[in-house]
């Protein structure tokens, strides 16, 4: 028998006994996983429920079927302001979700999804990704027995839905009102009432009048959900989630559990979702945006820079509050702040200054 042969023979015999040939167990191809992801959003719901769908697929080709994710949405299986806690105990692998609902758990997890008046969404990835965000983040949720994954953002959002016209901030007090996370606490702090929603509840609570203003995602995720039929004015900028994350978070062990090449197809397959995701609502919300104003009638307007101005300042100091209190919120907030920094100074020079030159000139 030459030595091809014996190579041959040999490579043949390891992968049937799972030993290799320099007597290490090797890694099974053949094994396959079924896990379970659990949502916050509707089932299918455009842009966040099709992109946990997305997720679950793209995973699964690219491990050749080894790794296959069942998809639930928000109720099917644990309700949507529950499923941090489940897959935290293992009773689903993984969860696609907003740490904007989380902040309960911990003061730093609104870092990781937005805060008002903090990074859009390409400098919510670049803090993340290359700004020391991710690895603050891994260190928070190990406490959790979670593993965090990026896996998807909105993009800027909308200021809510309203049936009465806001011309200054005294307008917010004593109003209904749908507004999760940090925005909320600055809302709050004008007057309002906060109402905690998820978002299938929207609707019917406006409707019913349990609540009397909304703030959801955007034109793209709000035409779907019929919002302009209970609510008249529809505001902007989104100063509140200017870049959105949507997590997918793993239970750790289950995780830790897997191959070093499944592993690294599910970072890369959270990295694809996250542009994904971005694309699709860069490319329908103006589309949607369209449809409201022009077929639906919904009015377009925008907080005076007065009202902006109040919101900023007094988010500024509910986001330092938040910080205050705890020290792991402390460094969390310091980073982002440093970036937050870092990327407004680039901004003027780059992305602003180019969308400012670009309204000036002529269409093509």
Known sequence: MNRRTFLTNASRSAMATGVGLLGAPAVHATTRYAWTMVTAWPKDFPGVGTGANNLAQHI????DQRLTITVYGAGELVPAFDIFDAVAAGK?????????????????????????????????????????????????????NLKPFAAGNTGVQMGGWFNK??????????????????GGDVLARLGA?????????????????????????????????????????????????PGAVLECMIHKPVYEALPADLQAIITQAMQAAYSDMLAEYTAGNNTALVTLVQTHKVQLRRFPNAVLGRLGKISQEVVAALAATDPMAQKVYQSFHAFRKHAIEWGQIGEEAYSLARSLTSTF
Do not use: C
């Not at 901030?169 to 940090?182: H, I, S, T």
């Open 60 to 63: 699964a080709r690219m491990s």
């Open 92 to 144: 689903a692998e993984m969860g696609h979700a907003s740490a904007l609902y989380w902040k309960a758990k911990h003061p730093a997890m609104p870092f990781f999804a937005t805060v008002p008046f903090g990074l859009t969404a390409q400098e919510m990835e670049a803090w993340l990704r290359y700004g020391g965000g991710e690895a603050l983040w891994d260190a928070l949720y190990t406490g959790f």
């Open 165 to 182: 016209v806001i011309n200054t901030v005294e307008d917010f007090k004593g109003l209904k009102m749908r507004f999760p996370g940090l």
């Open 193 to 241: 009432q906060i109402v905690d929603l998820p978002g299938s509840d929207i609707l019917p609570a406006l409707q019913s009048g349990a609540i009397e203003a909304a703030e959801w995602v955007g034109p793209y995720n709000d035409l779907a959900f019929g919002l302009h039929t209970v609510a008249q004015y529809y505001y902007w900028p989104g100063w509140h989630e």
